[in-house]
Structures are given as structure tokens and as C-alpha cells.
T-cell receptor
Framework: LAKTTQPISMDSYEGQEVNITCSHNNIATNDYITWYQQFPSQGPRFIIQ???TKVTNEVASLFIPADRKSSTLSLPRVSLSDTAVYYCLVGGKAAGNKLTFGGGTRVLVKP | NAGVTQTPKFRVLKTGQSMTLLCAQDMNHEYMYWYRQDPGMGLRLIHY???????AKGEVPDGYNVSRLKKQNFLLGLESAAPSQTSVYFCASRLAGSTDTQYFGPGTRLTVL
């Protein structure tokens, strides 16, 4: 299973863009990169997923360089409600795909 | 469509007691998972199932048993609870054969005294 490394915490202010970079040096050819968001006392929630280049949805953008050894989650114009822990995971669609959660990045958005 | 539900939401046990946590999903997902999350930590996989009647061990299976008698339900059992099993337990489900996301339940907060 590909392991991931991401910063432990990040602080930001309302209205700013937050970028969280995740390293996954041993990502496999079939692996996708998925980001989850977790609020206190809740289960993780899917944010975005990608395989290569750039993916954008209504919540975030995901940038993946050509070598796929890292990825960057971009949260545009954050608000206080974006304060959460963000997890980067890599994995494929093999049977029983076991997602390995690291420690995540704790993002604190300040007023 | 309720998604993934977990029962109970909270539970306090004494050391040595047993209990079963129930996870139910109404999305017809083949894969189901049980995780535990300790304070300030990420999630660790306990057991998972790729279909009705099949289960497999995850990272931290010791002290837990599971059963998947029906496709929509995944049960996690603690035969003899220990204080080290104090944690928040999350269930998740996913559609097989795709990169589709896992959908998580709201969690069960378990305290073992």
C-alpha cells in the first residue's frame, strides 16, 4: 500500500486559498489519489479524486504532476467552516481496496 | 436513502464485557469496512468484507470479530472488551470494482472502563 506524507497542521485566514501537498513516492500505476475531509465527531467525507493532471469540482481542485509522486489539494477562499482534518489517500480499485489513512493535515481557518 | 448508519452512537462497557456494533448501508455496496480512530490519529482498518459471507483482516484485527450475513449489514463484535479498545469506530462502504469513494457512517464512541 502506498504511504502518504502530509503536513501535520496549517493555519489560514478566511478568504485565503489553502494548499495542502501530499507526498506519495511509491504510488502504483493503478492507484488513484483521493482526499477526504473530517470534522470533529464525524466520519470522513469525500472531497475530490484524481489520477493525473488537474481535477476541479465545486469544493476543491487537485493538482497532480506528471510523475504522480505528490499531489496538492487546493481549497479556494476558505471559510471558518473549512476547519477540519484533511486526509490524502492513494489506492486502486482492487478487490477489498484498503485505504490507509495517515495522520492527516489539521487546517485551522481563523477569522 | 440513509447512506451508512451505525448503532449505537455511544456505549460504555466494563472490562471483559462483550458487545456488537451494527453497521447498515442502503446503497447496495459490496464492500464494507470497520475502522477505529483514536484521539488525534488517523483511521486504522480493523476488518473488511468484499461481499456477503466473506470477511478479511485489516491492520488491527486482534480482539475483534466481524460477520457479514447480509449484504447491507456488517457487524463488529468485541468478545471481551479491554480499555485499549476505547475509541471511535467508523463503518464505511464502497461500490466494488471502481475507484468510487468510501461512504462513512457517523461513528460509535466506545469507552471501556
Amino acid at each position: 500500500l502506498a504511504k502518504t506524507t502530509q503536513p501535520i497542521s496549517m493555519d489560514s485566514y478566511e478568504g485565503q486559498e489553502v494548499n495542502i501537498t501530499c507526498s506519495h513516492n511509491n504510488i502504483a500505476t493503478n492507484d488513484y489519489i483521493t482526499w477526504y475531509q473530517q470534522f470533529p465527531s464525524q466520519g470522513p467525507r469525500f472531497i475530490i479524486q484524481g489520477y493525473k493532471t488537474k481535477v476541479t469540482n465545486e469544493v476543491a481542485s487537485l493538482f497532480i504532476p506528471a510523475d504522480r509522486k505528490s499531489s496538492t489539494l487546493s481549497l479556494p477562499r476558505v471559510s471558518l467552516s473549512d476547519t477540519a482534518v484533511y486526509y490524502c489517500l492513494v489506492g486502486g480499485k482492487a478487490a477489498g481496496n484498503k485505504l490507509t489513512f495517515g495522520g492527516g493535515t489539521r487546517v485551522l481557518v481563523k477569522p | 436513502n440513509a447512506g451508512v448508519t451505525q448503532t449505537p452512537k455511544f456505549r460504555v462497557l466494563k472490562t471483559g464485557q462483550s458487545m456488537t456494533l451494527l453497521c447498515a448501508q442502503d446503497m447496495n455496496h459490496e464492500y464494507m469496512y470497520w475502522y477505529r480512530q483514536d484521539p488525534g490519529m488517523g483511521l486504522r482498518l480493523i476488518h473488511y468484507s468484499v461481499g456477503e459471507g466473506t470477511t478479511a483482516k485489516g491492520e488491527v484485527p486482534d480482539g475483534y470479530n466481524v460477520s457479514r450475513l447480509k449484504k447491507q449489514n456488517f457487524l463488529l463484535g468485541l468478545e471481551s472488551a479491554a480499555p485499549s479498545q476505547t475509541s471511535v469506530y467508523f463503518c464505511a462502504s464502497r461500490l466494488a470494482g471502481s475507484t468510487d469513494t468510501q461512504y462513512f457512517g457517523p461513528g460509535t464512541r466506545l469507552t471501556v472502563l
